[in-house]
């Protein structure tokens, strides 16, 4: 008992190595695996609080208001206080989209449910939240989610046998792990960001304090050093710092790759009297460290991500080790002026929750108001609102995953004898639509738009993609309903086939065959475009295949934002809007590998070859933005006005004029500085 309510410096410093583990990866070092660091704080964590609640069930004496006003002492002041900084500072520099999303997730944070929030919000065209200042605080919500029902569970299980109370909570554990391994393979956004897959990490280390209280009650005597002891240590630190540096991204996490990390904690949790333990974990800038690990979680993200969302590119290595100095000095400085006095407050409780409910929702009100009025649209120019609006518009037309093709008049329109062209392909097809219905419809004709994101349309190739595990089956069926409808509708007489033919070729994303034997991801795509065209070519339809829109390797809206706002402008040294519409060859990623195979295809079997290219490029770079109208809405998709001017390149090839060809592509002449 004694050891639980004493102060142990070797948590400090896993906390120093969990939350040092997690800055290294946000701020883009070594540390490709560092997001396990959030796994280490999830089992201290249980393994303190939950040891406190248990040890007070057994005794009788937990009382909920007792716990709650010790947990918003820790958690609330430092919490507030970074998100009204961060507020004031997306005030000045933000988007009225970008502010709009904080506040939404502000929100979330006071109430304590900003993972589920995330996990809502994110989407195809929102994949990732890295611009979002409050990314971080995802776990915090799944922590108090936690705290919320654990009181309940550790207050029931002293009416069991004590053998019966450890094997309880070992099932919770195995359990929720299964769920995590199930949600890895099924749903892994939600195992990531909702408690149920996590809540085995923060159980593992209340079962460790229930074991120590449990042996402590029994009077066994307490475990010295030793060579086991050692050992284990040493394993724990190792299960530790090895997924670090060998985790990345693309692991599916959290499953059972979760389970080094969290045994090497729990491992470290059971050898305070190791060598590790007390020289390398107990070390006076490990302890610093660890004692300001909540701050420093707190603000080092916000700091990077506001910085990131402001500049173009990506910062370079001075300023993020700069941003981490400054971070460090933000969460001293919290940690000596907030936490600790909040902490050491002899307020009575129903006085301290009163005045922390009141302080949660000012702040709640004033990052609400984000999201309800919009953003505060009214601190940008006008002309760059209406644009960047137009990076959130919805298309009916685009089937999502598992969804069949849309076939409502808008999507595929009626008529016996209504001319049609039909467009299919994946997302990057479907962000052409708009400017392909404005040529057809030029040319009398309808387009049947049938189009489903990630999903390239080929015969007898798809996309495997490990994060997302039916992807790849459900886009074959999507492919072959298209495939029939194409076939057998006599009103179409050409087929555009589009896509992002690049996003095959990557670690995330690759080609991989649904029937005959596996190949290179070019192979494969040369298989599987050849086998679309001549399968259409059979039942008399003619085809165009078009080069996919050039990727741009930073978010235009960035640019376009930093070309309006002054102080973004100053930040990325833009003067006088140089350059703003335009892009460089070196900030577009090269296509030439998927368009030598569309070459190929086209060559081989006679399908016409289209180019956005020729109508979005020209001497200066390639187009992101016209007359201060953004033509993407990401790095990849175009809004509808990009659409209407890339789908120049189809007016010849659908059979209109040259003259109304060059209406639509003659704006893109002119100077570089133009936007």
């Excluded at 569970?153 to 359990?175: F, H, N, Q």
């Excluded at 392909?436 to 990630?454: D, E, P």
Aim: proline share 6%; with cysteine.
């Amino acid at each position: 008992m004694a050891a639980l309510k004493s102060y142990r410096p070797d948590i400090d410093g896993m906390r120093a190595i969990a939350v040092m583990s997690v800055a290294a990866y946000h701020y883009g070092f070594a540390a490709t695996g560092g997001f396990i660091g959030v796994d280490v704080f999830f089992v201290i964590s249980g393994f303190l609080i939950g040891s406190l609640i248990y040890r007070e069930a057994l005794q009788g004496s937990f009382s909920y208001r007792t716990f709650y006003v010790r947990r918003a002492r820790r958690i609330v002041p430092a919490l507030l206080a970074v998100l009204a900084a961060t507020f004031l500072a997306m005030m000045v520099v933000a988007t009225p989209d970008g502010l709009r999303d904080f506040g939404a997730t502000a929100v979330a944070t006071v109430l304590s449910a900003s993972n589920l929030e995330l996990w809502y919000s994110i989407n195809y065209f929102r994949p990732v939240a890295d611009l979002n200042p409050l990314l971080m605080t995802w776990s915090l919500g799944v922590e108090e989610q936690f705290y919320l029902l654990a009181p309940l569970v550790l207050m029931l299980l002293p009416r069991l046998r004590r053998s019966g109370r450890m094997i309880a909570m070992a099932g919770l554990i195995v359990v929720s792990l299964g769920l995590a391994v199930w949600g890895v393979r099924n749903e892994p956004q939600a195992a990531f960001f909702l408690l149920p897959g996590r809540v085995w990490e923060l159980a593992a280390g209340v079962l460790l304090g229930m074991r120590d209280i449990e042996r402590t009650r029994g009077n066994a005597p307490p475990r010295g050093a030793g060579i086991g002891t050692e050992l284990r240590a040493v394993a724990g630190l190792v299960l530790i710092v090895v997924p670090v540096f060998a985790y990345d991204r693309f692991t599916p996490f959290p499953g059972l790759v979760a389970v080094p990390p969290v045994l090497g904690t729990v491992l470290l949790l059971d050898t305070h009297q190791s060598i590790i333990n007390r020289r390398l974990l107990s070390a006076p800038v490990m302890r610093f460290v660890g004692l300001i690990s909540y701050s420093l979680y707190l603000w080092h993200w916000p700091l990077i991500s506001v910085t990131r969302l402001v500049l173009v590119h990506e910062p370079s290595l001075s300023l993020r080790l700069v941003l981490l100095a400054v971070s460090v000095a933000l969460a001293w400085a919290s940690y000596r002026w907030i936490e600790q006095p909040f902490r050491r407050s002899r307020a009575p409780a129903s006085t301290t929750l009163w005045r922390f409910a009141a302080a949660m929702g000012l702040v709640a009100v004033a990052t609400g108001s984000a999201y309800v009025l919009h953003g505060y649209p009214q601190r940008w120019p006008g002309g760059f609102v209406a644009s960047a609006d137009t990076t959130r518009l919805a298309d009916p037309c685009l089937a999502l995953h598992g969804a069949k093709p849309h076939l409502s008049d808008k999507c595929y329109p009626k008529g016996a004898d209504r001319r049609l062209v039909a467009l299919v392909g994946d997302s990057h097809a479907a962000a052409l639509a708009p400017g392909i219905r404005a040529v057809a419809a030029r040319g009398g004709m309808g387009v049947a738009q049938l189009t489903r994101s990630s999903c390239p349309f080929l015969v007898g190739v798809s996309r495997r993609v490990p994060k997302q595990p039916k992807q790849m089956a459900d886009c074959a069926g999507f492919d072959r309903r298209v495939m029939k409808i194409l076939q057998e509708d006599p009103r179409i007489g050409t087929v555009i086939i589009a896509g992002a033919w690049r996003a095959g070729d990557m670690r995330e994303v690759f080609y991989a065959p649904t029937s005959g034997p596996d190949a290179p991801p070019g192979v494969l795509l040369q298989r599987g475009l050849s086998g679309a065209v001549r399968a259409l070519q059979r039942h008399g339809k003619r085809v165009l295949i078009v080069r996919d829109v050039p990727f741009i390797e930073f978010l235009p809206v960035k640019q376009m934002a930093a070309c309006v706002n002054p102080l973004r402008a100053a930040l990325n040294g833009i003067v006088g809007g140089e350059g703003c519409g335009f892009v460089a060859g070196d900030e577009m990623e090269a296509d030439a590998p998927a368009l030598a195979v569309l070459e190929r295809v086209a060559r081989d079997t006679g399908a016409q070859l289209v180019d956005p290219h020729e109508a979005l490029c020209g001497a200066h770079g390639c187009r992101i933005a016209l007359h201060g109208r953004l033509l993407y809405r990401d790095q990849q998709h175009l809004t509808p006005a990009g659409a209407r001017i890339a789908s120049a390149v189809f007016a010849t090839p659908l059979g209109l004029s040259s003259a109304e060809d060059g209406a639509v592509a003659g704006p893109l002449v002119g100077a570089a500085g133009a936007h």
